[in-house]
């Protein structure tokens, strides 16, 4: 709330009367009509907003529509700017300050509208002897519901003080009295957070990281399967704005769960039964090969301005055709990805994991690491692939090809997801240490593969939008100079990596390592 605003809880069904009652002779009260206002909250899916500490609400107040964007524990002043119609991204938004404050907190993902308030406004004005208005005070009679849906039930009546500019000190004066001879208090719960809770929601109750905590001395097997129900909700969470293509962190969420899942299938060995495994590392496998293409589309289109501004500005318009060409082939590869979500295959597999993921473990398993405790079984795996890591980097050299590159960044990746499942039975501080510094070598080692691999795209597009009539010479030019950059970029990462290994490979780190999985 703002110096000049004070919200209060009043007891439900008080009329707007009684408090005009309780003011007149130090104000004369003038009551204004009645009107209805609607509050629609928004943040991204991963709750950015919510997370930077405050809410955004979009308020419909006699046809007039306002982006507010406000602090949850009042700390900071409330911004707000008019709206024409839904906010989308924050980068569609017109310039105003609520813009400007959510952009670099909400990047690439959609506002999506999280719980809706409607609020039967009673009113009245407190003026002075010459008729000079001094406080607005509003009583709010509350409900909540489901965007768009079904209700969730009366929220608390509030009331609201809205002091003229320098006349706060009227404000303070009104709610003390009201405090005291009403039965008001302060209002402690910002109202998006009282919305959410009466609609059974939780803010924050999406996240994409692994936050379950195992306990050291559990059987492997159980836990195994703790983690993978983890890694399903989070994928099926992302199911619908990935059918629907809401924003691309949707796709990347839910393939991310899935590289996960198949990393866990792979790498601990001798937990869940053998059948079972391989059955489901070829069915989540094809679930990643679908996704694919429409991932890759939507990378190059995120990232086409940095390769337009990559180009001398004589070369920057023959790009145009490869942007529309692109798009074309995301609105085809978001088709077929849809088809392929709603397909019986995919139920199937969502239903059988989930059945497989549900059935008690036995009591006597057959598979030899089932029934031994989880963080002997993570020390061992983790201690291997880290070894594996080490061997495979010192091995390359200026003129390995780029297959053992390939190699090394995929035994890079299994370290990493074996590290991020299983980080709850390690001192949090040092794993996130460790983390960070093989993803500093990840980084490097994809931005060297996927820099050949854009290149190598964008020529054979070049030949498909060529042989389709969709390039001219001037097209041609820009994607060749587009892949000349490219491949000078890769080749100075590529140049680069000894460097960044040597990083990886300092003393300090690897004896954190040492001491985190060696001594089990």
């Not at 009113?123 to 909540?144: G, H, K, M, T, Y």
């Not at 993570?378 to 780029?402: C, H, N, T, W």
Request: negative net charge; glycine residues 6%; contains cysteine.
């Amino acid at each position: 709330m703002s110096d000049s605003t004070t919200e209060l809880l009043v007891p439900g069904g008080t009329p707007i009367d009684r408090i005009a009652d309780l003011l007149q002779g130090p104000y004369r009260p003038v009551l204004t009509p009645a009107e209805t206002v609607t509050h629609l909250f928004y943040d991204t899916f991963d709750w950015a907003i919510f997370h930077d500490g405050a809410s955004l609400e979009c308020r419909t107040q006699r046809s007039t529509r306002r982006l507010i964007r406000r602090p949850l524990d009042g700390g900071s002043p409330t911004v707000s700017q008019t709206l024409a119609g839904e906010p989308g991204f924050a980068s569609d938004l017109p310039l105003g300050p609520v813009r400007e404050q959510i952009l670099g907190i909400c990047g690439i993902r959609r506002l999506l509208p999280v719980v809706e308030v409607e609020t039967h406004v009673t009113a009245l004005r407190l003026v002075n002897d010459e008729a000079e208005s001094l406080l607005r005070i509003e009583i709010r009679e509350q409900s909540a519901r489901h965007p768009g849906g079904d209700g969730c039930g009366p929220l608390a009546t509030r009331m609201e003080l809205i002091a003229e500019p320098y006349r706060e000190d009227v404000g303070r004066e009104v709610a003390d009295i009201l405090i005291d001879r009403l039965g008001a208090a302060a209002a402690q719960t910002p109202l998006m957070l009282e919305a959410l809770a009466a609609c059974g929601r939780r803010p924050g109750d999406y996240s994409s990281k692994i936050e379950e905590c195992l306990d050291p001395d559990e059987r492997a097997d159980e836990a195994v399967k703790t983690l993978l129900r983890s890694l399903l909700e989070t994928l099926v969470a992302n199911l619908s704005g990935a059918r629907d293509h809401l924003d691309t962190e949707f796709l990347h969420d839910l393939r991310v769960a899935t590289r996960r899942t198949r990393s866990a299938l792979g790498q601990i060995k001798g937990v869940l039964p053998s059948e079972h495994v391989e059955d489901f590392k070829v069915r989540f496998a094809w679930l990643q090969q679908i996704t694919g293409p429409l991932r890759d589309l939507d990378v190059y289109l995120l990232d086409f301005e940095r390769y337009r501004k990559a180009l001398p500005r004589r070369l920057r318009s023959g790009l145009d055709p490869v942007h529309a060409f692109l798009s074309a082939r995301q609105v085809e590869e978001q088709e077929r990805l849809a088809t392929a979500l709603s397909s019986s295959a995919f139920a199937a597999l969502i239903a059988d994991w989930r059945a497989f993921l549900d059935t008690p473990a036995p009591e006597h398993p057959a598979e030899p690491n089932a029934g031994r405790p989880i963080k002997s079984v993570a020390d061992e795996r983790i201690r291997r692939m880290a070894k594996r890591v080490r061997r495979e980097g010192l091995a390359i050299r200026p003129d390995s090809p780029a297959t053992d590159l390939h190699e090394l960044r995929k035994s890079c990746k299994k370290l990493r997801y074996l590290m991020e499942l299983f980080q709850s039975l390690y001192p949090r501080a040092k794993m996130n240490r460790l983390i960070k510094l093989l993803k500093t070598l990840l980084d490097h080692l994809g931005l060297i593969q996927d820099l050949a691999v854009q290149a190598e795209h964008l020529l054979d597009w070049s030949k498909q939008m060529h042989a389709e009539g969709k390039a001219d010479t001037e097209t041609l030019l820009a994607i060749g100079a587009l892949v000349g950059q490219l491949l000078g970029r890769q080749e100075q990462a590529r140049d680069g990596f000894a460097e960044v290994f040597e990083q990886y490979l300092r003393d300090d780190h690897q004896e954190l390592f040492r001491a985190l999985f060696e001594h089990s």
